[in-house]
C-alpha cells in the first residue's frame, strides 16, 4: 500500500514543480515594462525541456502555459507590460500540444498586428500546418495576413482557395477567395473580412481582436476622407 501511494505521489509533485518553473518566467515581465516588441528565450526553457520533464503530463502542462500566455497578453493590453515573452509561450504550448490549433490562430494574429511581425505570425502558422495539415483554420489564417499585412493579393487566394478545399472548410473560406479574386480596394475588403472574422468566430479573443482592428481601419478610412474635403 505505501509503494502504491508513493508511486502516485512522487510524480505528481515532481509535476507540480515541473508546472510551477514552466510557467514562472511570466512573473518577470514586471521588470522588462516598455521595452520594444523582443523576445528573448534567455528565461523560458525550451519546449524540448518541458516536454520531458513533463512526466507525460504535456497537454496539462501545455493548457496551464496557454493560460499564462492569455493573461500575460491581457497584461498587455492594460499597459502593464510590452510582449516580449509572448512568442516563447506560443512556442512552448504548441511544441507541448501542436495538436492545439487555437494558439497557432490567436498567437499569428497578436505577433503580425501587435508585434508588426508578419514573418513570426506566418512560421507559427506554417508550423501548425505540419502538424495539422487536414485543418482548414491554419492556411485560412495564412491567407489573412498575406492580405490583411503584406496585401499580397496573389498568396492570399492561394491560401483561401486551399483552405476551402479542406475538410468541414466552411463557406468563409469561399467567401474570402471571392473577395480577393474581385480585386476591389484593399482597406474596404480589409474591414469586410475583419467584419466577417467577428461574427463567425466563437472565440473571444478573436471578437476583441476584430473589434480592436476594424476600430483602427475605420478611422483611418475617416481621416483620409476628412483630408480629401
Known amino acids: 500500500m505505501r509503494e502504491r501511494v508513493r508511486r502516485v505521489i512522487i510524480p505528481a509533485v515532481v509535476f507540480a514543480v515541473?508546472?510551477?518553473?514552466?510557467?514562472s518566467a511570466t512573473v518577470r515581465v514586471k521588470q522588462y515594462t516598455y521595452r520594444?516588441?523582443?523576445?528573448?528565450?534567455?528565461?523560458?526553457?525550451?519546449?524540448?525541456?518541458?516536454?520531458?520533464?513533463?512526466l507525460g503530463y504535456k497537454q496539462i502542462v501545455a493548457d496551464a502555459i496557454w493560460f499564462q500566455a492569455i493573461q500575460y497578453y491581457g497584461g498587455f493590453r492594460k499597459d502593464e507590460h510590452d510582449l516580449r515573452y509572448f512568442e516563447g509561450l506560443i512556442g512552448l504550448v504548441t511544441?507541448?500540444?501542436?495538436?492545439?490549433?487555437?494558439?497557432?490562430v490567436f498567437g499569428a494574429v497578436v505577433m503580425s498586428q501587435d508585434m508588426e511581425s508578419f514573418d513570426?505570425?506566418?512560421?507559427?502558422?506554417?508550423?501548425?500546418?505540419?502538424?495539422?495539415?487536414?485543418?482548414?483554420?491554419?492556411?485560412?489564417e495564412v491567407g489573412f495576413l498575406y492580405f490583411v499585412d503584406a496585401g499580397n493579393h496573389d498568396?492570399?487566394?492561394r491560401y483561401f482557395d486551399l483552405a476551402s478545399r479542406m475538410p468541414g472548410a466552411p463557406d468563409l473560406t469561399?467567401?474570402?477567395?471571392?473577395?480577393?479574386?474581385?480585386?476591389?480596394?484593399?482597406?474596404?475588403?480589409s474591414i469586410r473580412?475583419?467584419?466577417?472574422?467577428?461574427?463567425?468566430?466563437?472565440?473571444?479573443?478573436?471578437?476583441?481582436?476584430?473589434?480592436?482592428?476594424?476600430?483602427?481601419?475605420?478611422?483611418?478610412?475617416?481621416s483620409r476622407r476628412g483630408g480629401e474635403r
Request: charged share 30%; no cysteine.
Open 193 to 222: 473580412m475583419w467584419e466577417e472574422l467577428k461574427e463567425t468566430t466563437e472565440e473571444p479573443f478573436m471578437r476583441e481582436l476584430a473589434d480592436r482592428y476594424l476600430e483602427k481601419l475605420r478611422r483611418r478610412v475617416t
Open 95 to 104: 511544441d507541448l500540444d501542436p495538436h492545439f490549433v487555437f494558439p497557432y
Open 36 to 54: 520594444p516588441y523582443l523576445y528573448d528565450n534567455l528565461y523560458l526553457p525550451s519546449g524540448k525541456f518541458v516536454e520531458e520533464a513533463s
Open 174 to 189: 469561399r467567401r474570402f477567395a471571392a473577395f480577393v479574386y474581385s480585386r476591389a480596394g484593399h482597406e474596404a475588403l
Open 18 to 23: 515541473v508546472l510551477a518553473g514552466a510557467v
Open 120 to 140: 513570426s505570425g506566418l512560421r507559427l502558422l506554417q508550423k501548425g500546418m505540419r502538424h495539422n495539415p487536414t485543418n482548414w483554420k491554419l492556411p485560412f
Open 155 to 157: 498568396m492570399a487566394a
